[in-house]
């Protein structure tokens, strides 16, 4: 268990609809990574937080925003979904931006019908 | 742009056997990491070891050692006395080193069996 937790496991929903995935990093850690893998695409790096700023942008669509709140933890947001969008979201936290090791969650799989 | 290459779609290994998976990467970067991450068919992403560019001695984690060449631009890992458990796919990643941010670049994997 590598302490970073996401929620929820599963997800199923409609093209066009909007959902919310939801990270508590491990207890002190102030970065945070989402990551996307796809069967098209494999594994690529969405956006990073840093103590509640954005610090780097990756392959992320503009139909896609996340935030990271007070307490740390972070949400992703995806609306007008399409199927393509369908994959596994991971979020990892590091202890801070200059730290290396990066703990994954177990990620939230999500299925777009 | 930093690039990832593994070019080993799926290798077959004997238990207790060692085997080596490849990886090779492109950046211009000077200052840069490398890793090796597992991913069992639970779907974790499970972290093995890290290299940074300037280290000069190869790291090694119990069973696991990566074999980094730099002119070759090769970071490949290498597990010792292969396990049932080993099992799995293992990506390759990269980062840039000291910009604030750890984003990783992964490689498409390699889908490690053991027989036993």
């Known amino acids: 268990d590598s302490g970073v937790t996401q929620t929820p496991k599963h997800l199923i929903t409609a093209t066009g609809q909007r959902v919310t995935l939801r990270c508590s990093p491990r207890s002190g850690d102030l970065s945070v990574y989402w990551y996307q893998q796809s069967l098209d695409q494999g594994l690529q790096f969405l956006i990073q937080?840093?103590?509640?700023?954005?610090?780097a942008k990756g392959n992320i669509l503009e139909r896609f925003s996340a935030q990271q709140f007070p307490d740390l933890h972070s949400e992703l947001n995806l609306s007008s979904l399409e199927l393509g969008d369908s994959a596994l979201y991971f979020c990892?936290?590091?202890?801070?931006?200059?730290?290396?090791?990066?703990?994954f969650g177990p990620g939230t799989r999500l299925t777009v019908t | 742009a930093q690039k990832i290459t593994q070019t080993q779609p799926g290798m077959f290994v004997q238990e207790k056997e060692a085997v080596t998976l490849d990886c090779t990467y492109d950046t211009s970067d000077q200052s840069y990491g490398l890793f090796w991450y597992k991913q069992p068919s639970s779907g974790e992403m499970i972290f093995l070891i890290y290299q940074g560019s300037y280290d000069e001695q190869n790291a090694t984690e119990g069973r696991y050692s990566l074999n980094f060449q730099k002119a070759r631009k090769s970071a490949n890992l290498v597990i010792s006395a292969s396990q049932l458990g080993d099992s799995a796919m293992y990506f390759c990643?990269?980062?840039?080193?000291?910009?604030?941010?750890?984003?990783?670049?992964f490689g498409k994997g390699t889908k490690l069996s053991v027989i036993p």
């Open positions: 937080y840093y103590n509640g700023e954005e610090r």
């Open positions: 990892a936290s590091s202890v801070d931006s200059y730290s290396y090791e990066q703990y």
């Open positions: 990643a990269m980062s840039r080193s000291g910009a604030g941010s750890y984003q990783l670049t």
